[in-house]
């Protein structure tokens, strides 16, 4: 049983869904552009650098200082480009989350008198 004050997922009954809302569109606004940035890189496939060990055949992703170190050092190593496919679908959520998603058209063949009453009324 969660101590009093607390709901089951241990957050305060105070916890505020909107805050919440607010914060993350703050954080994701905050750094949208090296988003976008790298969105446009996923987009058209990211490229990263592997090193095999020679002995286990064990892979591991490189920065570039990686790469250089080990490319100079005697080590059992085999370095390669691997290719990464693109993700169309990351960049359309963050889109979709941060600009809203594009309204979708809806047509309807009607014939006589409509009605329309909003809810709450």
Not at 24 to 44: F, G
Not at 47 to 69: I, Q
Not at 102 to 120: M, R
């Amino acid at each position: 049983m969660a101590p009093a004050g607390k709901n089951k997922g241990g957050r305060p009954r105070t916890w505020d869904k909107l805050q919440e809302h607010m914060r993350l569109r703050e954080l994701v606004s905050a750094n949208w552009d090296a988003m976008i940035q790298a969105q446009i890189k996923n987009s058209m496939g990211i490229r990263y650098l592997v090193s095999r060990d020679k002995k286990t055949g064990k892979f591991t992703k490189l920065t570039e200082e990686e790469a250089k170190t080990r490319l100079t050092s005697e080590s059992e190593e085999v370095i390669e480009v691997w290719d990464e496919r693109p993700n169309v679908q990351a960049f359309t959520d963050l889109a979709n989350r941060h600009i809203d998603k594009a309204v979708e058209q809806v047509q309807a063949d009607i014939k006589g008198d409509i009605t329309i009453k909003w809810q709450g009324e």
